[in-house]
């Protein structure tokens, strides 16, 4: 049997709270986790805030802990920080009551909390109600390095990053540019408040990272020496975890019917995630760029993720005529089934860690459009070390299709796609019997079965 962990006791067994965030490429992973962990025989709770809900009906294994939090949306516009702050205010003292009420009957077997690492109150709940907690980091491993240098850059007087030091390494954080550092271009306050809210979680037993050690070796052990607590590298979750659709808008699922009519890995799929947001002369860059390149596209255009629009007004006059049956622009598409899709040649991301997990584990090459935060240190990372990707240099429509061509048809993307179907390989051995995220799982579930010691 492969499975040499599992949790000894199935009807009411031992019980894990995940507290999951309301961000999509959050929640996904959370509930990935609730289910790989599920799976290893451990009954599982989802506290969620009421924003940005899971489905409830799509993960019937699971019980749902809803929370009150007060917001009716996320404002992208808002204080990132100061929305957190709020979320994490509004749901402290809900969650805390509720464990409390459960904890109090006689048959409990809550063991371990298991958090969001943006949902930080609930590691304080976990100290109060005197459990374990464990985080779970959704990024990167190898973004840590260059956000926790952000304070030293920050003081040497770096930061915010002029043009002429944007092309330039970073000493000590080889091999990122400047251009790559977590918050290049935004004020350096974001960067000092999320340093700030980061050092909320203080007293954690473990971190769970979703990502794969041959991958991020090196990250991984800078991080062990940082934190000195195990971290278990149990990615990529994507493709453990045996759970329905995780995602808060309607997949349209016609996109299969129509992938299913294309050449084998002639289409690009362009999507730039839950919140990345462009203006009107970008998407219409955008649309030329793929319209010229001459091969099949999908392209999810999110509602209001165009400036100004609710969803493709401002697509530009004349491209769905010259693009006629060569391309579909869809609100959201069921991402995971679409990479896994023998049509699709390439993904044009905004290189969120999901996406990026769930093209590598497909073996799809990758165009590289970082916009904030742990993307640009992903971008850099999957075009120069990982080499799975292409980096963007701008959005104009005639860099795009080169880009373009050269990733899905040129010779000179070869390399670039043989590579990534090298990566697929690798990803799989990981989560093979002996593998390194197989075997850290099992490692996990041991180590929350011994009270986290
Ligand atoms: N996603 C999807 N359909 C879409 C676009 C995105 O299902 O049309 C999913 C994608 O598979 C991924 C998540 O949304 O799991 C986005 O997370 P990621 O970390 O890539 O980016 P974020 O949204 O956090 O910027």
């Given amino acids: 049997d492969d499975d040499v962990c599992v949790a000894s006791n199935m009807e009411g067994g031992k019980h894990l709270v995940l507290v999951a965030s309301p961000f999509q490429g959050h929640m996904t992973p959370m509930l990935q986790l609730g289910s790989v962990l599920y799976s290893k025989g451990f009954s599982i709770t989802i506290a969620h805030t009421k924003l940005n809900s899971p489905d409830h009906a799509n993960h019937p294994e699971f019980l749902f802990l809803p929370l ?24 402290r003292m809900q969650l805390q009551d509720r464990l409390t ?80 550092l977590p918050f290049n271009n935004t004020c350096t306050e974001i960067s000092k408040e999320m340093l700030a809210l980061s050092e909320r979680i203080r007293t954690p037993s473990a971190i769970i990272w979703n990502t794969m050690d041959f991958l991020e070796n090196s990250a991984l052990t800078k991080l062990q020496q940082h934190y000195q607590i195990p971290i278990f590298a149990i990615g990529p979750l994507n493709e453990t975890a045996r759970c329905q659709s995780t995602s808060f808008l309607k997949e349209d699922t016609n996109c299969i019917t129509w992938l299913d009519k ?27 760029g793929l319209a010229n390149s001459k091969q099949p596209f999908l392209w999810v255009v999110r509602p209001g993720s165009v400036k100004g629009s609710e969803w493709i007004e401002f697509l530009p006059y004349g491209f769905i005529e010259e693009t006629r049956g060569r391309g579909l622009v869809l609100k959201w598409a069921p991402q995971k089934q679409v990479l896994a899709h023998t049509a699709v040649g390439g993904f044009w991301s905004h290189c969120g860690w999901n996406s990026t997990l769930e093209s590598i584990s497909q073996g799809v090459p990758m165009i590289c459009q970082p916009f904030f935060g742990d993307q640009y240190v992903n971008s850099r990372y999957l075009s120069y070390v990982w080499r799975v990707g292409l980096e963007l240099e701008c959005l104009e429509r005639r860099v795009i299709v080169t880009a373009i061509r050269r990733l899905l048809v040129d010779e000179e993307g070869e390399e670039t796609r043989k590579q990534a179907n090298n990566m697929k390989e690798k990803a799989k051995y990981c989560l093979c019997k002996g593998g390194s995220s197989f075997n850290s799982l099992n490692n996990l579930v041991e180590f929350i079965l011994a009270d986290c010691n």
């Avoid at 949306?73 to 920080?81: C, G, K, M, P």
């Avoid at 690009?268 to 955008?286: C, F, K, Q, R």
Wanted: proline letters at 5%; hydrophobic letters at 45%.
């Fill in 68 to 91: 009150s939090d007060n917001f009716l949306a996320i404002d992208a516009s808002a204080n990132f920080t100061k929305f957190l702050e709020l979320l994490n205010d509004n749901c």
């Fill in 101 to 180: 009420q459960k904890i109090q009957q006689a048959n409990h077997q809550i063991v371990t909390i298991i958090h969001d690492n943006s949902m930080y109150f609930a590691e304080e709940v976990a100290r109060n109600l005197n459990l374990p907690s464990i985080v779970l980091r959704s990024c990167s491993a190898s973004y840590m390095p260059a956000f926790l240098a952000l304070p030293k850059l920050h003081a040497d007087g770096l930061l915010p990053v002029q043009d002429s030091m944007l092309q330039k390494l970073v000493q000590e954080l080889y091999p990122l540019r400047y251009k790559d």
């Fill in 262 to 288: 294309q050449a084998p890995r002639s289409v690009i799929y362009v999507s730039l995630g839950s919140l990345a947001t462009m203006d009107e002369n970008e998407l219409a860059e955008t649309a030329w």
